[in-house]
């Protein structure tokens, strides 16, 4: 699993011209599954992102996590984030994981992140055409992979 964590000032989802989710001050997490993942890809991304260290204490260093805060979270579905360019110049998607496999695991992640931060986490619709609009805060976006655990 791979997430792409924005800090940000608000950030939104809108489905069809409706507004779905919206939160201010937090995290935005965009969620990227592929097929060999699991609810252990998923419990230690929650866990990562839950304790990341990516807000300003008091002399402006990034060392408060989202508890600290009372931040907010929206979590988004992203299957371009497995994207492979290596061929051409049209993203290939093969190794993105199919709904069958990518749904469960994305709203584990999602109840993991809630049950970590114990905050209610808003969210996008799985497969569905969203428009995302955030505001990064920083900027700052940091990538996590499970895999690489780094």
Same mark, same amino acid.
């Given at each position: ?48 992102? !839950? @304790? /990341? ?5 008091? #002399? ?11 931040? =907010? %979270? ?36 999602? !109840? @993991? /992140? ?5 905050? #209610? ?11 995302? =609009? %955030? ?16």
């Amino acid at each position: 699993m791979r997430l792409l964590i924005q800090r940000v000032a608000r950030a939104s989802v809108t489905i069809g011209g409706e507004l779905r989710s919206q939160i201010g001050r937090g995290m935005l997490i965009l969620v990227g599954v592929e097929p060999a993942d699991g609810p252990e890809d998923a419990q230690w991304l929650a866990g990562k992102a !839950a @304790r /990341l260290r990516i807000f300003d204490d008091e #002399r402006g260093v990034m060392n408060l996590d989202i508890g600290a805060i009372d931040g =907010e %979270l929206l979590v988004v579905s992203q299957f371009t984030l497995f994207a492979s360019t290596r061929k051409g110049n049209r993203p290939s998607y093969v190794r993105a994981a199919g709904e069958a496999v990518a749904k469960p695991l994305y709203e584990e992640f999602m !109840a @993991r /992140l809630g049950a970590e931060t114990g905050k #209610r986490v808003q969210s996008g619709v799985f497969g569905a055409d969203m428009q995302v =609009e %955030l505001l990064n805060d920083g900027p700052v976006t940091i990538w996590i992979d499970s895999k690489n655990r780094e």
